[in-house]
């Protein structure tokens, strides 16, 4: 079955600490690869994304993301957090093995900056 | 404006009860989505509609009922629901569900009791 995996369940962190979250998927073939972060009290956003092309790809609020395609990876990066970074972390994929792309979320990866 | 309206915010019903659930958006999207996300875990899909026609549904008991009138509402109808139907239940759309159209945009979602 099609899968994401998030590494991290809770990361804490100092302001103006590197952080890099770990995403990997289970499937081979055309993927399309997302992250989305949820605020507290507040919807999902859509942080980035990647469909094709450069593999490193920039989003809202200083994130990044690269896409490894020999590791099945997606992984999250920011150089410097901040305390307003706290929130969930959720990757997602679409998977495109038949005629519907499902959207499919990781088990998220929870946030906490210490100021 | 890449916004997804959902209403009511929180919504509290009995086990008896008949309730909806709506959700809107005027970006032009033609796939509109239904998800339930339960507490500290990554959205579930339940529904899809592509060009107002139900295209997935993930198994979901019949006491939810999806309803899509046009290309720009969704709605899930809920009857008889049991307390474990509590979640926070998320409308999501996009473009489309091919290559390159599935970026979907989340509202804010319903947080629903069943008592």
């Known amino acids: 079955a099609q899968s994401v995996s998030q590494h991290n369940h809770h990361v804490i962190l100092s302001e103006a600490a590197s952080l890099e979250l770990g995403c990997n998927y289970s499937?081979?073939?055309?993927?399309?690869l997302f992250w989305y972060v949820q605020y507290p009290g507040q919807h999902l956003q859509l942080l980035l994304k990647?469909?094709?092309?450069?593999?490193l790809v920039k989003g809202i609020k200083g994130f990044e993301a690269e896409f490894i395609k020999s590791k099945f990876s997606f992984n999250l990066r920011k150089p410097s957090v901040q305390w307003s970074d706290t929130a969930e972390y959720f990757c997602?994929?679409?998977?495109?093995?038949?005629?519907?792309?499902?959207?499919?979320f990781g088990k998220g990866t929870k946030l906490s900056v210490k100021p | 404006d890449t916004e997804v309206t959902q209403t009511p915010k929180h919504l509290v019903m009995g086990m008896t009860n008949k309730k909806s659930l709506k959700c809107e958006q005027h970006?032009?999207?033609?796939?509109m989505y239904w998800y339930k996300q339960k507490a500290k875990k990554p959205p579930e899909l339940m529904f899809v509609?592509?060009?107002?026609?139900?295209?997935i549904n993930e198994s979901v008991p019949s006491r939810f009922s999806p309803e899509c009138p046009n290309s720009s509402l969704l709605n899930l109808h809920l009857h008889a629901l049991q307390p474990e139907d509590s979640a926070l239940y998320l409308c999501?759309?996009?473009?489309?569900?091919?290559?390159?159209?599935?970026?979907?945009?989340f509202g804010a979602g319903t947080r629903l009791s069943v008592l």
């Open positions: 499937y081979g073939g055309t993927v399309n």
């Open positions: 509609y592509s060009y107002e026609k139900l295209s």
């Open positions: 970006m032009g999207h033609r796939a």
């Open positions: 999501a759309s996009s473009q489309g569900q091919g290559l390159a159209k599935n970026i979907q945009y």
């Open positions: 997602a994929v679409n998977f495109y093995g038949g005629s519907q792309g499902n959207l499919i």
């Open positions: 990647y469909f094709s092309g450069d593999p």
